[in-house]
């Protein structure tokens, strides 16, 4: 897996604005989808398949994850 990051292309939503508190995410060649920290880049990495990625981002849209 650290191979399948090493050459993955991170970035950030654009709503992220100045501040570090984010996540930046990569479209891994694999197909899977990275996730980390982005204070911490060198840091751990999550990875997931596609439909485990389709499956956290439509939770978040339908605001599974509100407070």
Do not use: H, Y
């Not at 880049?41 to 849209?61: D, E």
């Amino acid at each position: 897996m650290k191979s399948e990051l090493s050459a993955a292309q991170w970035f950030k939503s654009r709503r992220s604005g100045a501040s570090k508190d984010c996540v930046e995410v990569a479209f891994l060649e694999t197909g899977r989808v990275g996730v980390r920290d982005s204070k911490n880049p060198s840091g751990p990495a999550l990875v997931f398949t596609p439909g485990q990625w389709t499956a956290f981002t439509a939770s978040v849209g339908s605001g599974a994850f509100e407070r």
